[in-house]
C-alpha cells in the first residue's frame, strides 16, 4: 500500500497562474484533508471532506478550491496564485472524521513556491 | 477561533538530557494527539490521549492529558539523535465537529 500520495513534489508558479494540487490514497478512508505549512508554524487546516460528496471550509480556505471526486482523491486548486501562498501543503486521510480515534495519515507534501 | 498553543518553540538539548514540550487549550478538549514530523518529512501519528488524567509511554517517550483536559505533555527520557524533529499536538474540541486544531509545534534539535 502507499498511503497517501500526492504529486506534485515540488512546483513553482508566476504570481496570477494557476494550478491543481493532486491527493490520492488507498486505504479506504472517508475523510480527507488539505493543510498549508508555512515554516516555523503548525499545520493549518485549508479544506476537508468528511465522506465523499462532501467538503467544507477550515481554518484558512481563502484562494482555494477543492474537490473530491471519488472515495480515493481530493484536489486542491489554486485559480490565481499569490507569493502568500508559498508553502508546503499536505494532504491527509483518516477513516471516519467523526468517531473518538481520528488517526490522521499525512502524505510526503508539496513544495509551493510562487514568484 | 479555538487555538491550541504549544511551548517551548524551540529545544536543544544535549544527548542523553531529557526534553518536555507542553500545549494548553482555554477550552476543554474532547482528545488530543500527538504527531512528530522530521526534517523535510511529513508528520506521522504517534499516539492520542481521550481520558481526563491519562498517561501513557512508548518505550522513551511519555504523553500526558491534564485532569481538566486543557492541557497536555509529551516527555522525552534520554534523547537520541533520532529524536530530532517537530512535535506537534492537535485538539479536538468536539468529536461531532470532527476537525483537530494543531499547534505550532515545538522542534527539537540534539547534540551528539
Known amino acids: 500500500n502507499a498511503g497517501v500520495t500526492q504529486t506534485p513534489k515540488f512546483q513553482v508558479l508566476k504570481t496570477g497562474q494557476s494550478m491543481t494540487l493532486q491527493c490520492a490514497q488507498d486505504?479506504?478512508?472517508?475523510?480527507m484533508y488539505w493543510y498549508r505549512q508555512d515554516p516555523g508554524m503548525g499545520l493549518r487546516l485549508i479544506y476537508y471532506?468528511?465522506?465523499?460528496?462532501?467538503?467544507d471550509k477550515g481554518e484558512v480556505p481563502n484562494g482555494y478550491n477543492v474537490s473530491r471526486l471519488n472515495k480515493r482523491e481530493f484536489s486542491l486548486r489554486l485559480e490565481s496564485a499569490a507569493p502568500s501562498q508559498t508553502s508546503v501543503y499536505f494532504c491527509?486521510?483518516?477513516?471516519?472524521?467523526?468517531?473518538?480515534?481520528?488517526?490522521?495519515?499525512f502524505g510526503p507534501g508539496t513544495r509551493l513556491t510562487v514568484l | 477561533g479555538q487555538q491550541v498553543m504549544q511551548i517551548p518553540q524551540y529545544q536543544h538539548v544535549q544527548e542523553g538530557e531529557d526534553f518536555t514540550t507542553y500545549c494548553n487549550s482555554s477550552?476543554?478538549?474532547?482528545?488530543i494527539q500527538w504527531y512528530k514530523q522530521r526534517p523535510g518529512g511529513h508528520p506521522v501519528f504517534l499516539i492520542q490521549?481521550?481520558?481526563?488524567?491519562e498517561v501513557k509511554k512508548q518505550k522513551r517517550l511519555t504523553f500526558q492529558f491534564g485532569e481538566a483536559k486543557k492541557n497536555s505533555s509529551l516527555h522525552i527520557t534520554a534523547t537520541q539523535t533520532t529524536d530530532v524533529g517537530t512535535y506537534f499536538c492537535?485538539?479536538?474540541?468536539?468529536?461531532?465537529?470532527?476537525?483537530?486544531?494543531f499547534g505550532d509545534g515545538t522542534t527539537l534539535t540534539v547534540k551528539p
Open positions: 492537535a485538539g479536538r474540541y468536539n468529536t461531532n465537529a470532527g476537525k483537530s486544531t
Open positions: 490521549l481521550v481520558k481526563s488524567g
Open positions: 491527509a486521510s483518516s477513516s471516519w472524521l467523526f468517531v473518538d480515534y481520528n488517526e490522521q495519515f
Open positions: 477550552t476543554t478538549l474532547s482528545n
Open positions: 471532506s468528511a465522506s465523499e460528496g462532501t467538503t
Open positions: 486505504m479506504n478512508h472517508n475523510s
